[in-house]
């Protein structure tokens, strides 16, 4: 694979921090280095389970060079828990002065982080909530690493012993349609499908589910069945996180 000259230096960086990285890493990479002007050196990405994750850090700076012109952030008083460490916040970003604003909702509460931020739960809500609105407002498809559930050993919910069917790369699935896939999930794990969807557009950085691209949706659907295999708690949470929305909506 050609790489252009200016891009050399980070994908020899990640090769070094995370190993051999096959021709669609690459490509996915090089995709958003140059779509985005991220970078790898500055801890714009994080390469886990195969999949690259753009970092707060990296949308904070997105929206620095977009001219962004503000981020309002404030707690949802009615979701917030203090004594049992359970917070949630909203974000809403405006990209320039006439922009009305794109909203993203957050939450954290000791199920849904690793160990290693316990104690910090509001802190992570606001993050979330701050790396969603950014996300939408950007038109990143791929998730910020600070919004995953918690990856630690110690926060994997009993589930993750029910292994699923291993998942072909090209999204076929032994056959059967994304949308069969996606049903089959929603099913198995017990989900709302509506939230669902509502994540799903999210995720892809699209206004409705029909302007994604078959590759966004068979990431998502890949990215569903991977979370909720680890940690389905945390998925639930991410999930709630559009009930305002939706109830706003209503």
């Known amino acids: 694979m050609k790489i252009a000259k200016k891009f050399r230096a980070d994908v020899t960086l990640a090769r070094s921090v995370w190993g051999t990285l096959g021709p669609f ?14 970078s790898i050196a500055s801890g714009d990405l994080q390469l886990i389970d195969g999949r ?9 700076g997105l929206a620095v060079r977009n001219g962004c012109s503000g981020i309002q952030v404030q707690p ?3 979701f917030c828990e203090p004594s ?24 954290a509460d000791p199920s849904n982080v690793s ?6 739960e509001m802190r992570v809500a606001e993050t979330r909530a701050v790396s969603r609105a950014l996300r939408k407002a950007y038109g990143i498809g791929i998730c910020s690493v600070e919004e995953i559930g918690a990856f630690s050993e110690t926060s994997k919910s ?27 999930l929603i099913r198995q794990h017990q989900l709302d499908a509506t939230l669902v969807k509502s994540y799903a557009t999210d995720f892809c950085g699209v206004k409705t589910l ?32 559009y009930l305002t929305t939706k109830e706003g909506a209503a």
């Open 84 to 107: 049992g460490s359970r917070y949630a916040f909203s974000a809403i970003v405006y990209t320039s002065p006439e922009c009305k604003g794109f909203v993203g909702y957050g939450d």
């Open 25 to 38: 890493s690459v490509q996915i990479l090089l995709d958003l280095l140059k779509r985005h002007h991220l």
């Open 76 to 78: 949802v008083k009615e």
């Open 210 to 241: 029909r302007e994604a691209t078959r590759e966004q949706v068979e990431g998502f659907v890949a990215h569903l069945a991977d979370w909720a295999e680890k940690d389905r708690d945390a998925l639930l949470c991410q999930l709630n996180s």
């Open 52 to 60: 690259w994750y753009v970092t707060h850090a990296g949308l904070l």
């Open 115 to 120: 160990f290693l931020v316990h104690g910090a």
């Open 158 to 184: 009993p589930r993750e012993s029910k292994k699923l069917p291993p998942q072909p790369a090209n999204g076929n699935y032994g056959g059967r349609t994304v949308r069969d896939r996606l049903c089959q």
